[in-house]
């Protein structure tokens, strides 16, 4: 049973840095796509980053530059480098694993905000005040 945990969150101020993990259990960590989603209050969820198993990254515009997806496999851990931090990165950040059996995760991250798929952590608060 895939289940994953995230860790890292918390509160910082605008233009602080905050480092996410999230580790992996129940499958093989390193044959599945990875990313990271979050859900700002009275937002949707979004997919902020992902990284394929091939080591392929992508992100979402409104992070790109600021925030830095990582793998570890040997460890089975997940990463996201968050920095430069604004208030509108508030939001509670999940890590989702997927087979991508499909094709890349990137390609279904609309989808997969809205519909679910995947299998999902239970999410780590991030805060970012003005």
């Known amino acids: 049973q895939v289940h994953l945990v995230e860790s890292g969150g918390g509160s910082v101020q605008a233009g602080g840095s905050l480092r996410l993990s999230c580790v992996g259990s129940?499958?093989?960590?390193?044959?599945?796509?990875m990313g990271w989603f979050r859900q700002g209050p009275g937002k949707s969820r979004e997919g902020v980053a992902t990284?394929?198993?091939?080591?392929?990254?992508n992100y979402d515009d409104a992070v790109k530059g600021r925030f830095t997806i990582s793998r570890d496999n040997a460890k089975n851990t997940l990463y996201l480098e968050m920095n430069n931090l604004k208030p509108e990165d508030t939001a509670l950040y999940y890590c989702?694993?997927?087979?991508?059996?499909?094709?890349?995760?990137?390609?279904?991250?609309?989808?997969?905000?809205?519909w679910g798929g995947g299998y999902w952590g239970q999410g780590t608060q991030v805060t970012v005040s003005s």
């Open positions: 990284i394929e198993t091939d080591g392929t990254t």
């Open positions: 129940g499958y093989t960590f390193s044959s599945y796509c």
């Open positions: 989702v694993a997927d087979p991508c059996l499909g094709g890349p995760l990137w390609d279904v991250v609309a989808e997969i905000s809205t």
